[in-house]
């Protein structure tokens, strides 16, 4: 079992920065492909980035690609997302969900193949 815990969110300016941060708990975390989702106020969660077990292969929603960066350290059991030129629209809360992977090369858009996730960190950004 893995146990998530996001931080770093926080209110900023438009234009400013953020990176979010997930621990996990538990000794299997190379073993989990990880994801960043966030859900807007009064909208639904959508696919933010996602990463592989290795760190090789990520992706990210068309929203946010160009100004996001999504990373992970095996080592210390951490998920990293850094999140650049943020705009009002970017205004949500964020989550990190993971899952276990059998092959490396993947990462998960869909919420719902997420087995594990975190309680959330909020991000407010002002314009």
């Known amino acids: 079992q893995v146990r998530l815990v996001e931080s770093g969110g926080g209110l900023v300016q438009a234009g400013g920065s953020l990176r979010l941060s997930c621990a996990a708990s538990?000794?299997?975390?190379?073993?989990?492909?990880m994801g960043w989702f966030r859900q807007p106020p009064g909208k639904e969660r959508e696919f933010v980035a996602g990463?592989?077990?290795?760190?090789?292969?990520?992706g990210y929603a068309d929203s946010v690609k160009g100004r996001t960066t999504i990373s992970r350290n095996n080592g210390k059991n951490t998920v990293y997302l850094q999140l650049n030129s943020l705009k009002p629209e970017d205004t949500a809360v964020y989550y990190c969900?993971?899952?276990?992977?059998?092959?490396?090369?993947?990462?998960?858009?869909?919420?719902?193949?997420?087995?594990?996730w975190g309680q959330g960190t909020h991000v407010t950004v002002s314009s």
């Open positions: 538990g000794r299997t975390f190379s073993s989990y492909a």
């Open positions: 969900a993971g899952r276990i992977a059998s092959n490396d090369d993947f990462y998960y858009t869909i919420g719902a193949l997420y087995s594990h």
């Open positions: 990463i592989s077990r290795s760190g090789g292969t990520t």
